[in-house]
């Protein structure tokens, strides 16, 4: 019987992502990447899927496509839309 005991490392996700980013860096497969660096490639895995899940837009967040067209209706002069793209950027479009 082995005397070494496995342990368990607990990870944030801010570990996770520099994990993540050391891997794209690496050109290694995840199989490859994960035995160099002692991971089990299944919680390699695990964690990314749960890290890419979080990252994509939630189903209720509206359209992803606007028609400008019906926009700006009857509005002489044309139309402006602001889009809030995140931590203070925004994208304006603008007809006149």
Avoid: K
């Amino acid at each position: 019987m082995s005397s070494n005991p496995v342990r368990h490392v607990r990870r944030t996700e801010a570990q996770w992502r520099e994990i993540f980013a050391a891997h794209e860096a690496s050109g290694l497969s995840q199989a490859a990447f994960c035995r160099r660096e002692g991971l089990a490639l299944s919680t390699f895995q695990y964690h990314r899927r749960r890290s890419h899940a979080a990252a994509e837009p939630a189903a209720d967040d509206g359209p992803a496509v606007i028609d400008l067209g019906e926009l700006a209706g009857d509005r002489p002069g044309g139309w402006e839309v602001e889009i809030a793209l995140g931590d203070g950027v925004s994208l304006t479009l603008r007809r006149r």
